[in-house]
T-cell receptor, first 113, second 112 residues
Framework: KAGVTQTPRYLIKTRGQQVTLSCSPI?????VSWYQQTPGQGLQFLFE???????NKGNFPGRFSGRQFSNSRSEMNVSTLELGDSALYLCASSLVRDRSGYTFGSGTRLTVV | KNEVEQSPQNLTAQEGEFITINCSYS?????LHWLQQHPGGGIVSLFMLSSGKKKHGRLIATINIQEKHSSLHITASHPRDSAVYIC??????????????FGIGTKLQVIP
């Protein structure tokens, strides 16, 4: 069975641009969550979507947004990119909220120059 | 003080040793996760705990809710266990949101 697929794997953007990252969960998984990982801050939770609704969110500015489609695929958007947004962005999917473990994708490595 | 504290931050062990990684947290939680991250970034979810103990192969995870503490044990460690192990807590429901907080991670190196 296919795992969690994140695209693209690598991305280089310029300050001020915006970027959209995609996450396709495991078939049947309805919960998708997003995380940012940087050497300085470690892993941080961005937000979680379930049944097309944002159910949880972390402490990130409004430049970070996301959405989930009816097929459970999710996208994350970052507008007005800053150098500090350079990070590995990971998504994870789970079958149901709270009661099942998570499967992570391989991540999208974003570099802002 | 961080909401999630892991110890040790770095650990070197000889192959075959019994390894313990600790995680302490200061908030009410609905669940605690142990994650494994290999070089290159891939993360694997090892355990999700809300009480008691879970075992999978050579890995054992325990949680003491009263003491706000969890441990991850690796028996008969092997070089392929070398990775960063991360503890994450899923906060108790508050206003509809459950904050997820991660520990800084424990870098484990198992030497043959």
């Amino acid at each position: 069975k296919a795992g969690v697929t994140q695209t693209p794997r690598y991305l280089i953007k310029t300050r001020g641009q915006q970027v959209t990252l995609s996450c396709s969960p495991i078939s049947g998984h309805r919960s998708v969550s997003w995380y940012q990982q940087t050497p300085g801050q470690g892993l941080q939770f961005l937000f979680e979507y379930f049944s097309e609704t944002q159910r949880n969110k972390g402490n990130f500015p409004g430049r970070f947004s996301g959405r989930q489609f009816s097929n459970s695929r999710s996208e994350m958007n970052v507008s007005t990119l800053e150098l500090g947004d350079s990070a590995l962005y990971l998504c994870a999917s789970s079958l149901v909220r709270d009661r099942s473990g998570y499967t992570f994708g391989s991540g999208t490595r974003l570099t802002v120059v | 003080k961080n909401e999630v504290e892991q110890s040790p931050q770095n650990l070197t062990a000889q192959e075959g040793e019994f390894i313990t990684i600790n995680c302490s947290y200061s908030v009410g939680i609905s669940a605690l996760h142990w994650l494994q991250q290999h070089p290159g970034g891939g993360i694997v979810s090892l355990f999700m705990l809300s009480s008691g103990k879970k075992k999978h192969g050579r890995l054992i995870a325990t949680i003491n809710i009263q003491e706000k503490h969890s441990s991850l044990h690796i028996t008969a460690s092997h070089p392929r266990d070398s990775a960063v192990y991360i503890c994450a807590v899923q906060g108790a429901n508050s206003g509809g949101y459950q904050k997820v907080t991660f520990g800084i991670g424990t870098k484990l190196q198992v030497i043959p």
